[in-house]
């Protein structure tokens, strides 16, 4: 899951960068409003960490154009003690959630994944397909009950996928979903990923749209 950082403070985007990653996001971190709306307009985010105060252009500023444009995807911004104003602007202009610095990095994370799942329509932490059940917190993956373990971007492409079922996502969706801009995507490597579920969950659960992409079959039960 692609996750925007915006922050100007090297330290905590640092932080934010290392933490949102052991969290199993693909955070990519830039520190000025105007690179943000860059990021915004070339790749496609689940959700962005947004501070108030930053260069060049203000979190507020960011938010406020990027609503206008009529985006959708859950803005998370980060506001500085004592600063109701900010919090206050932040929401009335579109903000979804907000975090008072500082904070941990375990609750911006809960936040976090609460937001993606409110946007995707559900209220349910886990997410089930047939007889494959999710569990985003705690990484956990199971069939029929029974624990399968995967690597971290095979959790990842199938969250992605069960997150999606019925649609169909080209291999650059996916991959964008997968990568972030520190990331070295060698080729084929979805296709690798892909293969690996086929052989853990059977050879159904993504199927191949030649020419397209891939697709998690909605359940027809
Ligand atoms: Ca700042």
Redesign the pocket.
């Known amino acids: 899951m692609r996750i925007l950082v915006v922050?100007?403070?090297p330290l905590l985007g640092d932080a934010l960068q290392v933490g949102l990653r052991q969290s199993g996001f693909v955070p990519d971190w830039i520190s000025d409003g105007i690179g943000a709306e860059h990021a915004l307009a070339t790749t496609d985010y689940v959700a962005v960490v947004l501070?108030i105060?930053?260069p060049r252009r203000s979190g507020l500023e960011v938010l406020r154009r990027l609503r206008a444009e009529g985006r959708q995807l859950p803005v998370l911004i980060l506001t500085a003690r004592d600063t109701l104003e900010d919090r206050i602007g932040g929401l009335d202009n579109g903000a979804d959630d907000y975090l008072v610095k500082p904070f941990e990095m375990a609750e911006l994370a809960a936040r976090l994944r609460a937001l993606v799942r409110r946007s995707g329509g559900s209220s349910q932490p886990n997410l089930v397909h047939g007889a494959i059940e999710l569990d985003p917190a705690s990484h956990r993956v199971s069939l029929d009950g029974q624990t399968v373990t995967l690597s971290a971007k095979e959790f990842s492409l199938l969250q992605v996928f069960m997150q999606n079922s019925g649609r169909v996502l080209s291999r650059q969706q996916l991959e964008e979903q997968l990568y972030g801009w520190d990331d070295d995507t060698g080729s084929n490597t979805i296709e690798v990923y892909i293969h690996h579920l086929r052989r853990k969950f059977g050879r159904d659960v993504v199927r191949t749209v030649r020419g397209v992409g891939y697709l998690m079959p909605r359940e027809t039960a």
């Open positions: 922050e100007d403070d501070d105060g930053l």
